[in-house]
């Protein structure tokens, strides 16, 4: 989220460790690729490599968009723990 003081991470989800399926994840997501320094809010799809967090991808979302991508993160995640063998 973009503050006064800067861009915010209010939140987390880790996708698991399977790289394919984590963007296949996030492909699904609502928003626009076109990122700009204007946009409130934003997900970022990240890789840690070495302990080192590197961004791999960025969308911009409205409100409405975000609570929607949060629902299908937490959905994705339940059917990839719960119900993936």
Avoid: W
């Avoid at 915010?8 to 984590?22: C, P, Q, S, T, Y």
């Avoid at 070495?50 to 937490?74: D, F, G, H």
């Amino acid at each position: 989220m973009k503050t006064a003081k800067g861009a915010e991470n209010i939140a987390r989800f880790h996708l698991g460790d399977d790289r394919d399926k984590a963007l296949a994840i996030f492909r699904k997501l609502k928003g626009t690729t076109d990122v700009s320094e204007t946009n409130m809010l934003s997900i970022e799809f990240r890789e840690t490599k070495e302990e080192l967090p590197l961004n791999l991808k960025m969308i911009s979302c409205t409100l409405e968009q975000l609570a929607q991508n949060c629902k299908l993160i937490t959905k994705e995640l339940f059917k990839l723990y719960n119900v993936s063998v």
